[in-house]
Nanobody, 126 residues
Framework: QVQLVESGGGLVPAGGSLRLSCAAS????????MAWFRQAPGEERELVAA????????FYASSVKGRFTISRVNSENTLYMQMNSLKPEDTAVYYC???????????????????WGQGTQVTVSS
């Protein structure tokens, strides 16, 4: 079992920045690929960014590429996402997720992930 707790969400103006954190406890953090998903009201949950167990491979949704950066510190059991140049369309609940590392790269679909955090709200005002 892995417990995930997100933090760092909030209200920011368009063009602003936020840094999300996800603290993991339980099983060995480095055994898991990690990802950030988001879900806006009335929308499906979508992948924002993913990172492999050792940080060697990353994936970004086209909508955030060049603005968001995913990273992890395995010694601290923590996942991060730096979000810059935020846009109103980035408004959503952001979820941290963990996938048992069975392949080289992290999954890109929600069903591939085994554990989820409770989410943190990010609101970008125009």
């Amino acid at each position: 079992q892995v417990q995930l707790v997100e933090s760092g969400g909030g209200l920011v103006p368009a063009g602003g920045s936020l840094r999300l954190s996800c603290a993991a406890s339980g099983r060995t953090f480095s055994s898991y690929h990690m990802a950030w998903f988001r879900q806006a009201p009335g929308e499906e949950r979508e992948l924002v960014a993913a990172i492999s167990w050792n940080g060697g491979n990353t994936f970004y949704a086209s909508s955030v590429k060049g603005r968001f950066t995913i990273s992890r510190v395995n010694s601290e059991n923590t996942l991060y996402m730096q979000m810059n140049s935020l846009k109103p369309e980035d408004t959503a609940v952001y979820y941290c997720a963990a996938e048992q590392a069975r392949t080289v790269r992290a999954g890109t679909e929600p069903y591939e992930y085994d554990y989820w955090g409770q989410g943190t709200q990010v609101t970008v005002s125009s």
